[in-house]
C-alpha cells in the first residue's frame, strides 16, 4: 500500500516541498531509502524503527520503499523521520485513513519517540504558506518560531504517540500562536551605550558617518586599551531599529544556522559577530558540503567585527574582498551552488605593530622596521583599498576618565542617524534603493555634485594620497552622508574634507 506525506527540506536559504511516498509490501523483510538521501537521511530507518516500536505500536516486519520527491534533488537532515514514520503507520494503519494534502509534517525522531528541534524551520515554513499549505505538525519547540508565519495553523508535539492520537482525533493540541507585532513591537533595551565611554569624540563621529550607511567599513589604528573593541560592541546602540522584513531575512539565517532558542522566534536586535582570529575560511564566508552561513551572512543587516585583524589568515581576508563589495556570496560545491545575502558594516581594529606602540607618545616601540613592516603586510592593498574609514584611536586621559561632564547617549546619536536614513529613503524612492551605499556611478553623478572648491580639495588628495577609482567613489559616498547628516542638501567643501580625513591613516603606515 502506497501513502505519500508531505514534508519540507532547505536549499540555501529557502525551502522546498518533499513528498515522502512510503510502500509498504508484502516480502523479503527490507528498507530501502531512494532520492538522492544522503547519510542522515539514511540512517533515518534506524531513528524510526526504533521510535515506532518504543511508542508503543507493533513494527510489522515487511518490504519498505521510500522515495523522497524530487528524487533529483539532494536531500539532508533529520527533518523527514517525522513524515516517513507517519507514512508507515498509515500503511500499518494505525493512523485512520485521511487527506493530508494540505498538512506538513517535519521532525526527528529520537529512539523513545520524542520530536526533538530541527534547524531552518522558518524558510521552511514561509515557503508552505506560499504553496498553500494550511497546516503544520512539528516539534512544540519550533512551535513558536514555525507561528511567525502568518495563516498556519502550527501543531506543536511532544512526541510521536501525541501526533498519531492527534491524526486519529483521540487527543487535541492546542494550535500555537504568536502575536509577532506585540514581540516586534516591544521596547529593547541594549546592554551598552555610548554615555559609558568617555572622551573619543573623534571615534565616535566616526561611528555616526557609518552608521547612517548599510555596507560601511571602518578599521581602528591603536594602542592595546585605547578602547577599540569597547567602541565596537556599542554601534548596534547606534543602527536603526530594524524593519519587519529585515528581521525575517536575520532570523532565517540564524534559525538555518541552528542559533534561535526556543524562546526567541524573531530576531530584535541587529547581530553582532565578532569571530576569533583562528576563524576558518568556511566558517567565515560559508561552506560545507551542503553549504552553510558563514559569520559574514549571520552579520546581514549588522556588524562584522574582526579585532586584532593582522593576526588573521591572510587567505581568510582575502575573500572578503568579494563579499565587501557585491553583498552577497555564492558558494559552489559539487553538490550545490548557493547564494546568501551579507549586507553587513564590517569594523576592525588593529595595534600598529606587534608590540602595539609604534607611534605612540606614551610608550616607546620596540620593533624593528622589519618586523613592522611584516605585520602590516598583512593586510593587502585591494582589501585596505576598500576601507572607508580609518580612524586613529589614542589612549584616553585620566582627566577625561574622572571626568563628571556629560556623555551624550546612544539614543541620542541613534536620533540624527535616523533623520539621516530617512533623508536617503526619500531622496532615492524614485530609484529603487535606500541608502547612500547603494548610489550606482550614474547616480553618484547625480547627488554628489561638487563646488569648485570641493573639486579642488578632491584633486589635492586624489594626486597626494595615490587614491584609486573606487577610493574616489567611496569618498564620495561618505562626504554625501556626511552632508545628510548635517541636514545639507548639496555636499560642500568642509563634509569633503572631512571624508577625505578618514582616508588618510594608511599613508601613514602603509607607507
Not at 530594524?242 to 532558542?261: R, W
Amino acid at each position: 500500500m502506497l501513502s505519500i506525506v508531505k514534508s519540507m527540506s532547505l536549499q540555501g536559504l529557502e525551502g522546498y516541498l518533499v513528498d515522502v511516498q512510503v510502500d509498504v509490501s508484502a516480502g523479503m523483510p527490507n528498507w530501502e531509502v531512494v532520492g538522492l538521501p544522503d547519510a542522515t537521511v539514511k540512517e533515518s530507518k534506524e531513528r524510526v524503527r526504533t521510535a515506532i516500536k518504543n511508542s508503543g505500536f507493533d513494527f510489522q516486519s515487511r518490504k519498505i520503499v521510500i522515495n523522497l520527491a524530487p528524487a533529483d534533488t539532494r536531500k539532508e537532515g533529520s527533518f523527514f523521520d517525522l513524515p516517513i514514520a507517519i507514512g508507515i503507520l498509515l500503511d500499518f494503519k494505525d493512523i485512520k485513513w485521511q487527506n493530508l494534502e494540505d498538512t506538513v509534517f517535519i521532525g526527528e525522531l529520537s529512539l523513545n519517540g520524542k520530536i526533538n528541534k530541527i534547524n531552518g524551520v522558518l524558510p521552511m515554513c514561509i515557503e508552505a504558506k506560499k504553496l498553500g499549505i494550511k497546516r503544520v505538525i512539528l516539534s512544540e519547540e519550533n512551535a513558536q518560531e514555525a507561528a511567525i508565519v502568518s495563516g498556519l495553523k502550527v501543531i506543536g508535539a511532544t512526541d510521536l504517540r501525541q501526533v498519531v492520537e492527534y491524526l486519529n482525533n483521540n487527543e487535541d493540541i492546542e494550535q500555537t500562536e504568536t502575536n509577532i507585532q506585540d514581540i516586534f513591537n516591544k521596547k529593547h533595551k541594549y546592554a551598552f551605550d555610548f554615555s559609558e565611554v568617555k572622551g573619543q569624540e573623534n571615534i565616535k563621529r566616526a561611528l555616526e558617518v557609518a552608521a547612517a550607511r548599510t555596507d560601511i567599513t571602518c578599521l581602528w589604528f591603536g594602542a592595546p586599551g585605547s578602547g577599540k573593541t569597547m567602541l565596537a560592541r556599542r554601534i548596534p546602540t547606534i543602527l536603526p531599529d530594524l524593519t519587519f522584513e529585515e528581521s525575517l531575512e536575520i532570523t532565517k539565517i540564524h534559525s538555518i544556522a541552528g542559533l534561535l532558542s526556543k524562546d526567541t522566534p524573531i530576531l530584535l536586535e541587529r547581530p553582532f559577530r565578532s569571530p576569533h582570529h583562528t576563524v576558518t575560511v568556511n566558517s567565515l564566508v560559508g561552506g560545507g558540503k551542503i553549504p552553510k552561513p558563514g559569520e559574514i551572512s549571520l552579520a546581514h543587516f549588522g556588524v562584522l567585527f574582526l579585532d586584532e585583524l593582522p593576526e588573521f589568515n591572510k587567505n581568510t581576508l582575502e575573500v572578503l574582498r568579494g563579499p565587501l563589495e557585491d553583498r552577497e556570496v555564492t558558494i559552489s560545491r559539487v553538490n550545490a551552488s548557493l547564494t546568501y545575502p551579507c549586507n553587513f558594516m564590517f569594523v576592525a581594529s588593529m595595534n600598529p605593530c606587534p608590540c602595539g606602540f609604534y607611534g605612540s607618545k606614551e610608550k616607546e616601540c620596540t620593533c624593528t622596521p622589519e618586523a613592522i613592516s611584516r605585520y602590516m603586510s598583512k593586510i593587502s592593498g585591494p582589501l585596505l583599498d576598500r576601507i572607508d574609514i580609518q580612524v586613529e584611536v589614542t589612549p584616553v586621559k585620566y582627566q577625561k576618565l574622572e571626568s563628571s561632564d556629560r556623555v551624550e547617549t546612544s539614543e541620542e546619536i541613534k536620533e540624527r542617524v535616523d533623520r539621516a536614513r530617512k533623508i536617503q529613503l526619500e531622496r532615492y524612492k524614485e530609484h529603487g534603493i535606500f541608502s547612500n551605499s547603494e548610489l550606482t556611478p550614474h547616480l553618484s553623478n547625480i547627488y554628489c555634485k561638487l563646488d569648485l572648491k570641493s573639486k579642488e580639495i578632491v584633486q589635492n588628495a586624489f594626486e597626494r594620497l595615490g587614491l584609486s577609482a573606487r577610493g574616489y567613489g567611496r569618498i564620495l559616498k561618505v562626504a554625501r552622508t556626511i552632508a545628510d547628516l548635517d541636514g545639507k542638501e548639496n555636499i560642500e567643501a568642509k563634509h569633503i574634507a572631512e571624508a577625505i580625513q578618514y582616508r588618510n591613516l594608511d599613508r601613514k603606515y602603509w607607507k
